[in-house]
């Protein structure tokens, strides 16, 4: 059974910083894209498919951001702890929302979702 298990997230004051992580089991992540996506307050029935791309990280390690993650949002991956992170600097209040990670070019696997809060 594939999981995964993301932590970080909190409250910040706007310009700071938080990383999430996202912990797989049940499968390897070595040959997988991944992402971070996020649902921003007041799309709670949003489909899954429909929220907010954030970052993509391919199996090599290079990454594709929005627009909006663009030069403070860093994704990165780490295949010996089958591990996913997202370093989010320079945060701003438009930057609250819940974040999920998840397997696979918006595959059926995603993480619980962490609470990003920034406040101004």
């Known amino acids: 059974q594939v999981q995964l298990m993301q932590s970080g997230g909190g409250s910040v004051p706007a310009g700071g910083s938080l990383r999430l992580s996202c912990v797989v089991s049940?499968?390897?992540?070595?040959?997988?894209?991944m992402g971070w996506y996020r649902q921003v307050p007041g799309k709670e029935r949003e489909r899954p498919e429909d929220r907010e791309m954030v970052a993509l990280i391919y199996s090599g390690g290079s990454a594709t951001y929005g627009n909006s993650a663009k030069g403070r949002f860093t994704a990165s991956r780490d295949h010996a702890k089958n591990t996913l992170y997202l370093q989010m600097n320079n945060l701003e209040p438009a930057d609250t929302a819940i974040y999920y990670c998840?397997?696979?070019?918006?595959?059926?696997?995603w993480g619980q979702g962490s609470q990003v809060t920034v406040f101004s």
């Open positions: 998840n397997l696979g070019l918006l595959g059926p696997n």
């Open positions: 049940g499968t390897t992540i070595a040959n997988d894209v």
